[in-house]
């Protein structure tokens, strides 16, 4: 069946449907693998480093024995990718007979061995290699190299320049902090928004950058009046309400518990929405071809909210001051920024198979949908709400709205508390963190996703998708395309 796969005209497809049901188990499937990647062709062995991660901890086995037979550059990244640790001894043999090309710079990081910290910081002038270099330096967490990786900053551009900012983040070591205001007064004359973001996670400060004009010039003269002694303190400003269902506010010094950031496997590519400390969904890539994607990592605890944003969404009819002024303990919680709050009734949809979702029935609205496989529309993995229909046909634009903590562990008598609510003509408010997603996936397939993450109303969304009426929400945004939408 492996050899059937591998000649498949669809081998990716083939290979992914023999990994879910393997004859014989993963084991036996893996052992295979290995007995044939010796000697594959090129292209054939590219379709091994495919189906090996698929097979999991049995791949694995095979990747790490595979390197320790002497492996390639492209078989190490496969290993890499699934973050394994090569042992020392085939560490060295790949630095001898590889260098120090890119995928064992990273391999060095991925092992867990603070004695290569050494030859990793002596590659940070390197122009080739100097880049994955400070990232492997951080996944070591080897801050006796922080202050050099930060001083490294005035003589770096591109893409160096922004993986060593992400290096001093994924740091966390407060030392690199001179150095980057230094950066600010005395550097070259970059961009300024790595710095700003590096400056944000190694201080907890966030002051609020203006939103119009020269952003790096405002950075550059926003930071150095900071009093980084004083603890963080969220401030709501500037708010302009636009009518019973539109306002604006502006949040500075927000504790950015609930963000978007930028990942280090690499930066400006990986992002994911965490609340606190937990990873909570991986997030589309910063590509305007590629597919929008959302995929859970894990659910934080749930957190208790003050009485006063329970009151306040328990019937919510407009918006306006006091409105904000009450959901302070979770608005503060969000970066530094410039927002927009949306009050709309959106009917929705439980969405608990993937056939049943948008992720992967937009598959079916495309020009071409044979021209694409259900692997290429990831599924978030896990029951969410849904948008019934098109917010707009031309792009295709779909809403979807994923939960912050499991569907399945709701308390039934509370969801029948705001059924007998929303029954009373009642309308509680559920609040989401919304934006829209805008592609043109491979440059061919045209689409928008409206999407949302539950604040807090998770079980008011429930109650609303179970009696089948439109759900209040109030959505924080700082895109204004979603008011278009809505």
Excluded at 63 to 86: C, K, M, P, Q, T
């Amino acid at each position: 069946m492996l050899s059937a796969a591998l000649r498949n005209p669809d081998p990716w497809t083939a290979l992914a449907a023999l990994a879910a049901d393997p004859p014989g188990g993963s084991a036996a499937l893996a052992a295979q693998v290995a007995e044939r990647y010796a000697d594959a062709s090129p292209v054939e062995r590219r379709r091994l480093e495919y189906l090996l991660p698929l097979l999991h901890e049995a791949g694995d086995r095979v990747l790490l024995d595979l390197l320790a037979r002497g492996g390639s550059a492209e078989l190490l990244g496969v290993a890499n990718r699934r973050g394994l640790a090569i042992a020392g001894s085939v560490l060295d043999g790949l630095v001898e007979r590889l260098g120090y090309v890119s995928p064992v710079v990273e391999a060095l990081g991925l092992s867990g061995d603070s004695t290569r910290a050494a030859a990793l910081g002596a590659l940070l002038g390197d122009a080739s290699a100097g880049d994955r270099a400070a990232l492997a330096l951080a996944a070591l967490n080897a801050r006796d190299w922080t202050v050099r990786i930060a001083q490294g900053l005035f003589g770096v551009t591109g893409n160096t320049h922004v993986a060593f900012t992400y290096a001093l983040i994924e740091m966390g070591d407060a030392a690199a902090v001179p150095h980057l205001l230094r950066w600010l007064a005395e550097g070259p004359d970059l961009p300024a928004g790595d710095v700003h973001r590096a400056l944000v996670r190694l201080t907890g400060r966030d002051p609020l950058i203006p939103g119009e004009g020269d952003f790096s010039a405002h950075v550059r003269r926003v930071w150095p009046g900071l009093d980084l002694n004083r603890p963080a303190k969220p401030e709501v400003r500037d708010i302009a309400i636009e009518g019973p269902t539109r306002l604006r506010f502006s949040l500075d010094d927000g504790f950015g518990r609930v963000r978007v950031d930028h990942g280090t496997s690499w930066p400006r590519w990986s992002k994911t929405l965490y609340v606190g400390d937990v990873p909570l969904y991986r997030v589309s890539a910063d590509c305007g071809t590629c597919e929008t994607t959302m995929g859970l990592l894990g659910f934080p605890e749930a957190g208790n909210q003050a009485a006063a944003v329970r009151e306040t969404l328990a019937d919510l009819p407009e918006l306006t001051a006091e409105t904000l002024d009450a959901l302070h303990p979770i608005v503060r919680e969000l970066d530094s920024g410039h927002y927009r709050g949306h009050l709309v009734d959106l009917p929705i949809e439980r969405a608990d198979r993937p056939e049943r979702s948008w992720w992967l029935r937009r598959i079916a609205i495309r020009d071409d949908p044979e021209r694409w496989t259900v692997e290429d529309a990831s599924w978030p993995g896990v029951t969410h709400f849904q948008v019934p229909a098109l917010l707009a046909d031309s792009p295709p634009t779909y809403g979807s709205i994923l939960p912050s903590q499991p569907l399945d562990g709701l308390d039934p008598a509370t969801v029948e508390r705001h059924s007998a609510a929303i029954a009373r003509g009642e309308r509680p408010a559920a609040l989401l963190l919304a934006w829209t997603e805008y592609r043109y996936v491979e440059a061919e397939a045209e689409e928008r996703f409206l999407l949302g993450v539950v604040l807090d109303g998770h079980h008011r969304l429930a109650a609303y998708a179970a009696a089948g009426v439109p759900a209040r929400v109030l959505m924080l945004t700082r895109d204004a395309e979603v008011g278009e939408l809505v």
